[in-house]
């Protein structure tokens, strides 16, 4: 689980990011915001369960991590399953 | 074009594996002749699958496909395994009633394997077993009951993995929310509810992961978007890198 919550340079940093989930992917001056400031914003609109685990590739976002310039942040989406 | 005869494997006959059957058995006639198409699934087709599956008679679902494809395609060996897929430590009974295979004995080297189950606990075990191969091609797909769909291509080359197991983006493949009807009773199985999905998903599922083929595996390109996302309803769709290594190997078209 990645975490950069107690990283006071990297909570500094402001910009654009990309916020993915399922079919919808965003860039957004998002960058500065914890995962769950990124979740509160996208839930709503996109239909983010409040258990979907956030993704930077294959590592794991703490809720506490501090989205940097340039990341993509993607929530967990769960597969398609019946066919 | 032509190539060398290629072995199709697809697990799983049902609303998305008989659509997709019938994409794959022409591609490999036309662009593949000599090769083989091997449908396996261990369930019987009942008129109540009728909404969203093609089929012409009742019956063992691999047995009835096969029977139906092979007078239509005498260039292609269409071959039925009407069995349940199984993990290797499987334990439990394989009668007449509930025939098995495990999927280390389904699958071989070079196969290009098309799992398209109704369970992520099967597909987590297709998955596994290929992850041992030097040489394979995964493509899953899915959908829920209304009109979202996804579907996901895992493949290795020379022993390394050029796109990542799904396990490592989806929890549901680490810990399967749902069980592999194979390894239930048949009591247990007849009690699964089928759903309420819809043809139209069930359909853009095959032909997401025939368009995936054609890229992939016929034109030899890079499976960079390894995994993609639709929804019908928005007219969306969205694809996912989930690749390892540098591909170089492949063209660019």
Redesign the interface.
């Given at each position: 689980m990645e975490s950069n919550f107690n990283n006071g340079s990297a909570q500094q940093k402001t910009g654009m990011a990309n916020v993915?989930f399922?079919?919808?992917?965003q860039p957004s001056n998002i960058a500065g915001k914890s995962v769950q400031e990124a979740r509160e914003q996208f839930s709503k609109l996109w239909g983010i369960p409040t258990d979907a685990?956030a993704?930077k590739g294959?590592d794991k976002l703490d809720e506490n991590y501090v989205i940097q310039p340039g990341d993509n942040v993607?929530f967990?989406?769960?597969?398609?399953?019946?066919? | 074009m032509t190539s060398n005869p290629k072995r199709f494997v697809l697990v799983g006959a049902g609303g998305i594996g008989t659509w997709l059957a019938a994409g794959l058995v022409r591609l490999l006639e036309w662009k593949y002749p000599g090769s083989a198409l091997i449908i396996v699934d261990g369930d019987n087709y009942e008129a109540k699958n009728k909404e969203r599956q093609d089929f012409s008679k009742i019956g063992n679902k691999a047995v009835v496909k096969a029977h139906e494809l092979t007078p239509q395609f005498p260039n292609t060996m269409i071959i039925p395994i009407p069995k349940w897929v199984v993990s290797d430590d499987y334990s439990g009974v394989a009668d007449d009633e509930s025939p098995k295979i495990t999927a280390t004995q389904l699958l071989n080297e070079n196969d290009v394997v098309f799992a398209v189950v109704d369970n992520f606990a099967a597909r987590k075990i297709i998955f596994d077993a290929a992850s041992k191969l030097n040489n394979i091609d995964v493509f899953t797909g899915g959908n829920d009951d209304h009109l979202f769909g996804s579907i996901y291509h895992y493949q290795k080359r020379d022993g390394v993995e050029v796109t990542e197991h799904p396990v490592h983006f989806h929890p549901e493949y680490e810990s399967p929310p749902d069980k592999n009807p194979g390894e239930l009773s048949c009591q247990e199985r007849s009690e699964i509810e089928g759903g309420t999905q819809l043809l139209a998903t069930n359909m853009a599922v095959a032909s997401f992961i025939l368009g995936r083929v054609h890229k992939t595996i016929v034109n030899d390109q890079n499976p960079e978007e390894t995994e993609i996302y639709f929804d019908l309803g928005l007219g969306k769709s969205e694809p996912y890198n989930r690749t390892v290594i540098s591909t170089n190997q492949y063209t660019t078209v």
């Open positions: 993915r399922g079919v919808y992917n685990v993704y294959k993607e967990h989406r769960r597969a398609g399953e019946k066919g | -």
